[in-house]
């Protein structure tokens, strides 16, 4: 199975900053997708980061807010830009390996943001 | 519109049997994924479906008709262990996951 390990696991934030978080997944991954998950609630699709390329978002998620990179196959990170008690919530890296329409999701373990 | 739906919250006895309904509308469909997510933690892969039928794999069997847009998970002997949420995810014709808002199983001994 593949490995994503994200940072930071945990932060208290304040209203109005940014904070970025990095993701790093292994070798066996070929798609890598950033996901929301707040309380009690499902999984909410950010965006798909796209190597070397601007991130392909969702409906609801703009740039400005949500910046992605992901200048290599194994890296990306997310920031929470100019953050409110909002954007308080779970944020969840993934990754699928090969075989496209089959291919399960790992996820990292994720980032418990809280914004005071 | 594209919709998943599973119960809110289900209970069952250890080592007993239990069953998660899903049923899903969606533009396409590729196929059926069921994931484990414990309290605080990252979901876990559980099982895949594309095509009719059961699909069995330890104690945990997944099932799909995708005639009636329907699934289930079936857990067996359960184990307090297996106290969890379990989302289930239908795979669009643009093989975009769309995801339930999870099902969180109580286990009581």
């Known amino acids: 199975s593949a490995v994503i390990s994200q940072k930071p696991s945990r932060d208290i934030c304040q209203r109005g900053t940014s904070l970025t978080i990095q993701c790093q997944v292994d070798?066996?991954?070929?798609?890598m997708f950033w996901y929301r998950q707040q309380p009690g609630q499902s999984l909410t699709l950010i965006a798909t980061?796209?190597?070397?390329?601007?991130?392909?978002?969702e409906s609801g998620f703009v740039i400005d807010k949500f910046p992605i990179s992901r200048p290599n196959l194994t890296f990306s990170t997310l920031t929470v830009s100019n953050m409110s008690p909002e954007d308080s919530s779970i944020y969840l890296c993934?990754?699928?390996?090969?075989?496209?329409?089959?291919?399960?999701?790992?996820f990292g373990e994720g980032s418990r943001l809280t914004v005071l | 519109g594209q919709n998943i739906d599973q119960p809110t919250e289900m209970t069952a006895t250890e080592g007993a049997i239990v069953q998660i309904n899903c049923t899903y509308q969606?533009?396409?469909?590729?196929?059926l994924f069921w994931y484990q997510q414990h309290a605080g933690e990252a979901p876990t892969f559980l099982s895949y479906?594309?095509l009719d039928g059961l699909e069995e794999k330890g104690r945990f069997s997944s099932f799909l008709s995708r005639s009636k847009g329907y699934s289930y998970l079936l857990l067996k002997e359960l184990q307090m262990k297996d106290s969890a949420s379990y989302l289930c995810?239908?795979?669009?014709?643009?093989?975009?996951?769309?995801w339930g808002a999870g099902t969180k199983l109580i286990i009581k001994p």
């Open positions: 993934s990754g699928r390996t090969p075989g496209y329409d089959t291919g399960e999701l790992f």
């Open positions: 070798s066996q991954v070929t798609m």
């Open positions: 980061a796209n190597q070397g390329s601007e991130a392909t978002y």
């Open positions: 969606t533009s396409g469909f590729n196929g």
């Open positions: 479906n594309v």
């Open positions: 995810a239908a795979l669009d014709s643009n093989y975009q996951l769309i």
